[in-house]
């Protein structure tokens, strides 16, 4: 039984299954990518455990529900358009007479982040300087 030549050379290695599995990799990674669509990403709202409560008189407070419905100061918005957002911003601007006024987001965890950017850029177009953002108490559910 002969073990070859000490001498002799490596034959070629067989890449022919290794490409095999990088195409079927690169055909999944093809098939998946439509799939995903990060303009519809769900955002949770964060949890802090020292919250400070704001006065509610002050300011104004923007509340967006799971489907996108948004009511500015408790008076719902008939259109989720940005010039409709914007102008009902002015409207409540006007209404307290401040320029200098903080807007307060309070997002379901379950609304759309572009939900959510449309109103601030509507705010930020409004003239509105200060955006936060509610979060929930840990454990207050």
Same mark, same amino acid.
């Given at each position: @039984?002969s @073990? ?7 034959e070629?290695?067989?890449v022919t299954?290794l $490409?095999? #599995?990088?195409l079927?990799l690169? #055909?999944i @990674?093809i098939l998946?990518?439509?799939l995903i669509d990060k303009?519809?990403? &769900?955002?949770k ?5 020292n919250? &400070?409560k704001d006065?509610?008189s002050k300011g104004?407070?923007?509340? #967006? ?12 918005v008939?259109?989720?358009e940005p010039?409709?957002?914007k102008?009902k911003?002015?409207?409540q601007l006007k209404?307290?007479?401040? &320029?200098d006024v =903080?807007?307060t987001?309070n997002?379901?965890a379950?609304s759309?982040q ?5 109103? @601030?850029q509507? =705010?930020?177009e409004?003239?509105? &300087?200060?955006?936060r953002?509610? $979060? ?6």
């Amino acid at each position: @039984m002969s @073990m070859g030549e000490a001498g002799s050379n490596f034959e070629e290695i067989n890449v022919t299954p290794l $490409t095999d #599995v990088f195409l079927v990799l690169l #055909v999944i @990674m093809i098939l998946i990518a439509p799939l995903i669509d990060k303009s519809e990403l &769900k955002i949770k709202p964060p949890e802090t455990q020292n919250a &400070k409560k704001d006065d509610e008189s002050k300011g104004i407070f923007i509340d #967006v529900d799971e489907t996108g419905q948004i009511a500015i100061n408790g008076r719902f918005v008939p259109s989720n358009e940005p010039a409709v957002i914007k102008e009902k911003i002015e409207e409540q601007l006007k209404k307290l007479g401040k &320029k200098d006024v =903080a807007c307060t987001v309070n997002a379901d965890a379950e609304s759309k982040q572009k939900d959510i950017v449309a109103i @601030m850029q509507a =705010a930020a177009e409004a003239g509105i &300087k200060r955006m936060r953002v509610a $979060t929930q108490q840990a454990g207050s559910y």
